[in-house]
């Protein structure tokens, strides 16, 4: 199985600052990655497909780069409504979940 | 808009097989691929499987033996069956959609997702 490990767990900004979210992968998912954004009581929103590409609708702020073990997701400039947990997802080898980094506001 | 509402028992007894519905409106199953999905705090997001076509299947590998899912394109509806539960198989069980853009649909990437159903293990 592969492992995601995405750090920091908790990173605290303030609105406006830019937002640097890091997954590293236990080994090579090319780049079959994907970025989540979760708020309290919903479920998973997709922002960032094959480690680049925005989903349908995502805002331009919203960027990932990558390949190979190590991605990033960035925030160009945090909105109120983008304090959230958010999720990088592999789909190289089956379908797993990295642990979360939880977008606090400062 | 395409919805989703995930349906079924809050409550199942250790040892007993957990059913749930999906029941998708505003588009067709088509030849979307559909996924169960569960969120704990123990294991946080664990993707179960997925289905397409109304019966091909790939599921999770950890969770192969004790896992079912189909399709019924006359209902719009999706469902899932876990056999002999435990505490640990205790989530919010959810279903999603494989994301498709460009002419390319992808199993393992979901865009759209019902609001989820916790479902509880217990005697």
């Known amino acids: 199985e592969i492992v995601l490990t995405q750090s920091p767990a908790i990173l605290s900004l303030s609105p406006g600052d830019r937002a640097t979210l890091s997954c590293r992968a236990s080994?090579?998912?090319?780049?079959?990655l994907a970025w989540y954004q979760q708020r309290p009581g919903q479920a998973p929103r997709l922002l960032i497909y094959?480690?680049?590409n925005r989903a349908t609708g995502i805002p331009a702020r919203f960027s990932g780069s990558g390949s190979g073990t190590d991605f990033t997701l960035t925030i160009s400039s945090l909105e109120p409504e983008d304090f959230a947990v958010y999720y990088c997802q592999q789909r190289s080898n089956w379908l797993t979940f990295g642990g979360g980094t939880k977008v606090e506001i400062k | 808009q395409v919805q989703l509402q995930e349906s079924g028992p809050g409550l199942v007894r250790p040892s007993e097989t957990l059913s749930l519905t999906c029941t998708v409106s505003g588009d067709s199953l088509g030849s979307y691929f559909w996924s169960w999905i569960r969120q704990s705090p123990g294991k946080g997001l664990e993707w179960i499987g997925y289905?397409?076509?109304?019966?091909?299947?790939n599921y999770n590998p950890s969770l192969k033996s004790r896992v079912t899912m189909s399709g019924d394109p006359s209902k719009n509806q999706v469902s899932l069956s876990l056999t002999s539960v435990t505490a640990a198989d205790t989530a919010i069980y959810y279903c999603?959609?494989?994301?498709?853009?460009?002419?390319?649909?992808?199993?393992?990437?979901?865009?759209?997702w019902g609001q989820g159903t916790l479902v509880s293990v217990s005697s």
């Open positions: 289905v397409y076509d109304s019966d091909i299947t």
């Open positions: 999603a959609r494989g994301y498709c853009s460009g002419g390319s649909c992808y199993a393992g990437f979901v865009d759209y």
């Open positions: 080994q090579s998912v090319s780049n079959y």
């Open positions: 094959n480690a680049s």
